[in-house]
């Protein structure tokens, strides 16, 4: 799936912030690239109806 691809991706990216100075994390990179990991889970979520029928959790 596309989507699981990407958010695989955008994972890697995540692991490349973590360590970009100098082996420690950059906080802007890891805050851009944690919101892009956020946002293909919830893409992933809705398009597999996982957000359906939630039980108010």
């Not at 100098?22 to 802007?28: F, L």
């Not at 957000?51 to 959790?57: D, V």
């Amino acid at each position: 799936m596309w989507l699981f691809a990407r958010l695989c991706e955008e994972v890697q990216e995540l692991e490349e912030a973590m360590y970009a100075k100098e082996g420690e994390p950059d906080p802007d990179a890891v805050r851009e690239e944690c919101a892009d990991v956020a946002n293909f889970c919830m893409m992933l979520s809705d398009v597999t109806g996982a957000l359906e029928g939630r039980s108010g959790r």
